[in-house]
């Protein structure tokens, strides 16, 4: 198993994050990541993402939500092909710090059959691909 661990401080509220990390539709006007996203933000829902990682051909992804647990932790199951090829399980964790600021903490754990051929080369994009989602939610929710 591989695993990427990204994390940033925000100067603004969980409940304000959550409702940014749970408005698909506005993923288009922010997110250089996940360019779309559509689908019902509930436990055991699917979601279709865009995925633009940074150095990658851009793809739709289908996801399966493993957890929705608002304003602290979204989560969610991403397979390439069949299970056990290549399965993604992909996190937002939210929490709060003083002065209402929070933590927000994207990972993702890799495991699969073709993990060790991939990982050396998609680990250095896919976490290019997660700084640069964090820092645009971090100035959309500091935004007025």
């Known amino acids: 198993m591989k695993q990427i661990r990204t994390e940033i401080e925000i ?3 969980a409940e304000r994050v959550w409702a ?3 408005d698909l539709p506005g993923y288009a006007q922010w997110n250089p990541l996940i360019r779309e996203a ?3 933000v509930v436990t055991d829902g699917t979601l279709e993402l865009f995925i633009s990682t940074p150095g990658l051909a851009p793809r739709k992804v289908g996801v399966k939500l493993l957890k929705v647990d608002a304003p602290r932790e ?3 199951l991403g397979r390439l092909g069949m299970p056990g ?3 993604g399980d992909h996190s937002f964790i939210v929490r709060p ?7 927000v903490v994207q990972q993702e754990s890799f495991s699969g059959l073709v993990v060790p051929f991939v990982t050396p080369w998609l680990i250095p994009k896919m976490t290019l691909g997660f700084e640069a989602m964090n820092a645009a939610l971090k100035l959309r929710a500091e935004a007025p």
């Open 38 to 40: 559509s689908g019902a």
């Open 85 to 87: 090829l290549l399965d």
């Open 74 to 76: 979204l989560r969610w």
């Open 20 to 22: 940014i990390l749970v």
């Open 11 to 13: 100067q603004a509220s």
């Open 97 to 103: 710090l003083a002065s209402g600021r929070v933590s």
